[in-house]
């Protein structure tokens, strides 16, 4: 957490960008998943 506070706005916004990737490709697992029981 000391490394965090000591980067900052770096560390934060890599962070945001793995979390983002990460939900999307979660969301399109679930379509994917959702799509395959609907048939």
Known sequence: ???AQLD???TNK???EL???EY???IE???KNS???DK
Do not use: C, H, P, V
Request: hydrophobic content about 30%; glycine content about 4%; aromatic content about 10%.
């Open 1 to 3: 957490m000391y490394f």
């Open 35 to 37: 799509n395959s029981k």
């Open 14 to 16: 890599q962070s945001q």
């Open 8 to 10: 900052g706005e770096i």
């Open 24 to 26: 999307k490709k979660a």
């Open 19 to 21: 979390l983002d990737k």
């Open 29 to 31: 697992l679930e379509n």
